[in-house]
């Protein structure tokens, strides 16, 4: 049998879907990932010998969905024990997932530094849903270099920020001195990689330990 794609149907959700005859020409149409014409991330693949269906994950990586959605109709035993996956992640949704820890993710504005060991992250993980993320972090790190307005993290897993959002820290020290009025915590604008955490005067960080707790969410780019 020919490897065929099946034509999209005009409300569905996911990209393109495929069918194959059986695991070989799964292998052969995963071999062709990201090729023009190839299965992308997303898309949803059939695989007629056995009836299951599965989901393209990265190159050459393909994971078993138990429902296919066509016409916003779902066909399937409707049994989300499991958990219910989209966009190619593998943490359900609704699940959070911690961020693995990466010293260059802490970085501040000018001159200043933000030196952030992994031992000193009490918590960050995030949960996603479509392009929304949760995000709850917590955790210190020592201020050096010449003093500046902004603590910068790196937006887990790669993403960017949609949009300009501005969002309240919900415990903050500067200097190991507790603020009174935690600060902000926002995203400048689209295309921002990082989230950025400024004191509510808009005065500099003072050397010594500087300890952010937030929970946010936000809309993250497609």
Request: net charge negative.
């Amino acid at each position: 049998m020919t490897i065929a794609r099946i034509g999209k149907p005009s409300d569905a959700t996911w990209q393109r879907a495929w069918e194959v005859a059986d695991a070989a020409e799964l292998a052969t149409l995963m071999g062709t990932y990201l090729d023009p014409l190839g299965p992308k991330r997303g898309d949803i693949i059939v695989q007629l010998d056995d009836g299951i269906y599965y989901q393209v994950v990265t190159a050459n990586v393909v994971k078993p969905v138990n429902l296919l959605e066509i016409d916003n109709t779902w066909l399937g035993d409707n049994n989300f024990d499991t958990g219910v996956f989209e966009l190619g992640r593998t943490t359900a949704i609704g699940e959070w997932e911690n961020v693995p820890f990466s010293a260059g993710d802490f970085t501040a504005s000018g001159s200043m530094t933000w030196t952030v060991i992994g031992a000193n992250i009490g918590v960050n993980q995030v949960m996603q849903i479509g392009h929304t993320m949760w995000w709850n972090f917590g955790g210190f790190g020592t201020v050096g270099g010449t003093p500046s307005t902004e603590l910068r993290i790196a937006i887990p897993f790669g993403e960017t920020a949609a949009k300009y959002q501005d969002n309240r820290a919900t415990y903050m020290e500067d200097n190991a001195v507790q603020e009174t009025d935690p600060g902000f915590v926002y995203f400048v604008g689209t295309g921002s990689t990082f989230v950025t955490i400024s004191k509510t005067d808009g005065t500099v960080w003072t050397a010594g330990v500087a300890y952010i707790d937030f929970i946010i969410a936000f809309e993250f780019e497609p």
